[in-house]
């Protein structure tokens, strides 16, 4: 006989701890992805389902307990899906902990986790954390067969597909299933009803200029996986291969228009890993949406690549409300972006950020800091670089051997220092520990990513630009923000000789 409840999906909450103070206020709170996707998969299987996002509820590891134990679920799985490409790790922070809660107050409790981070390291996961079973894979198949085996006297975990289970004082490790292909179908996620949209709200920055238009908020996909190899990324550690699925078009401004009619919802994310790339996919899609009566209401933003963005199109994505294109250009140094599988010239980047900008959308400039091939020169160029560019917005980035990448099988190969914790992989956590190179040690690293972030966004030029494009509350805001300065433990002195804690307010500059 059925619980009232088959499946209980957890969104690990932990911001505090990924992002230190900056989680209050600046962060994005996005709709987890996975989670809706799983729980579209699951209902249309005949299921009961219902998703705990504990982040939007900010709920700590023992509230989330309590809710699980309320709702007594046959399988409570919790999700390890980052909300930037390769974050996943970092949420490894929130889901041990409410994993070691959820199993604190009832052992007997059935748990799955999953995730990028789970589907990299599987057997690893499963040894050090409080669950029962772990998937090794993107999800929705492995779930639906562990509830159908969990309705067996005899459960017959060895025909899991990607399950990872514990026996006979081992962990044993299923081959993982198929990818699903028709994701219109099957990975629809049409199941706003189930997350509390009141909870959701964008980065600061996408709002600039109207600061106040945070919320409501959604996030939406419009394909899955990326066809490049990055050395830093982890993005297809679930998929397994570097595939790139896309739902249809219409589909895609269907739930857009959904949204907007019954929730309000202007503004939007879409979290494909890299959506300006096909370009009958990205034409299907804002040719749709520049159609709609609302289109000027809309505020998009999404990732591209400098050599995937075709000038002649930037019209139609203006058009379709995209007002802002992250772009990937990582490193002031071709040399450096040729190490990281990342080859484009610099007077190409220059031209296409003018581009972009030039037809009305802003660009967020996204730059990384101690790649392999890094030294102190070749990061100078880097911030160098960013100022040139003078972005609407930039993220400055530390390089990680994030689980699932090449970097990271890299860096065991290699031996080189990994964090200790999987807050270490956070790029705003106090304990943050980024790779060194050959020639740059971690700790220099991280200075210069700390140092660089204060120079760009304390810098004239860039605050008056802001102050003509989104005006003076807009400046005031990134001023504001500017006051903040992480903590980080690998840059700390050691403690005076009275044991006192050393003074942490200052950072080294850089020259600008």
């Known amino acids: 006989m059925r619980s009232a409840l088959d499946l209980l999906l957890i969104h690990p909450g932990g911001r505090e701890l990924i992002y230190q103070n900056l989680g209050a206020e600046l962060s994005a709170i996005e709709p987890p992805l996975w989670c809706r996707l799983i729980a579209g998969y699951i209902l249309d ?37 980052g909300h930037q490409p390769s974050a996943s790790t970092q949420q490894m922070v929130g889901a041990a902990a409410a994993l070691r809660a959820i199993k604190a107050l009832n052992p007997e409790q059935k748990v799955i986790v999953l995730g990028g981070h789970v589907a990299a390291l599987p057997e690893r996961t499963l040894r050090e954390e409080a669950a029962d079973f772990a998937c ?47 994701l219109d179908r099957d990975l629809h996620g049409s199941v706003w009803h189930l997350l509390p949209m009141e909870g959701y709200r964008a980065h600061n920055w996408q709002c600039f200029g109207n600061l106040g238009s945070r919320r409501p908020y959604a996030s939406i996909y419009t394909s899955l996986g990326c066809p490049y190899q990055c050395t830093f990324c982890c993005i297809n550690a679930p998929f397994g291969a570097n595939r790139y699925r896309m739902r249809k078009p219409e589909q895609v401004v269907a739930e857009i228009d959904h949204l907007y009619r019954t929730c309000g919802v202007k503004t939007f994310k879409i979290v494909d890993e890299m959506f300006v790339l096909n370009d009958r996919h990205v034409t299907g899609i804002c040719e749709r949406l520049a159609a709609q009566p609302y289109a000027s209401e809309l505020n998009l933003w999404a990732y591209a690549r400098v050599d995937t963005v075709r000038p002649e199109r930037l ?74 560019l003078n972005c609407e917005f930039a993220n400055f980035y530390s390089a990680m051997a994030y689980p699932g990448s090449p970097l990271y099988a890299a860096a065991l190969h290699k031996g080189w220092e990994l964090p200790d914790r999987w807050s270490g992989y956070s790029q705003h956590s106090y304990d943050c520990r980024p790779l060194p190179t050959e020639k740059v040690s971690a700790a220099e690293v991280l200075r210069f990513r700390d140092a660089a972030f204060h120079a760009y966004f304390e810098n004239p030029a860039y605050l008056n630009m802001v102050s003509r494009k989104f005006g003076s509350e807009t400046r005031l805001h990134i001023a504001e923000m500017t006051r903040t300065r992480l903590r980080r433990a690998l840059l700390e002195p050691p403690a005076g000789p009275a044991g006192e804690p050393a003074n942490t307010d200052k950072l080294s500059t850089v020259a600008t």
């Not at 060895?158 to 299923?174: I, P, S, T």
Request: proline fraction near 5%.
């Open 315 to 388: 019209a139609l994505l203006r058009a379709a409300g995209i007002r802002w294109l992250a772009l990937g250009i990582e490193s002031g140094s071709e040399h450096v972006r040729d190490g990281a599988e990342k080859s484009l010239d610099t007077a190409d980047i220059v031209h296409i950020v003018g581009a972009i900008q030039a037809a009305g959308i802003h660009v967020i400039g996204n730059f990384i800091f101690g790649l392999p091939d890094d030294d102190r020169a070749s990061m100078q160029q880097t911030l160098d670089l960013a100022l040139q």
């Open 45 to 81: 299987r005949g299921y009961s389902v219902e998703i705990l996002d504990s982040e939007a509820g900010n709920m700590n590891p023992e509230r989330v307990a309590r809710e699980v134990s309320e709702r007594r679920p046959r399988l409570a799985a919790v999700v390890v899906y």
């Open 136 to 182: 090794n894979s993107e999800g929705p198949v492995t779930v639906h067969q562990l509830l159908e085996a969990l309705e067996c006297t005899a459960p017959a975990f060895d025909k899991v597909a990607g399950l990872v289970w514990r026996e006979d004082g081992g962990v044993r490790q299923n081959p993982a299933p198929p990818l699903i292909h028709d």
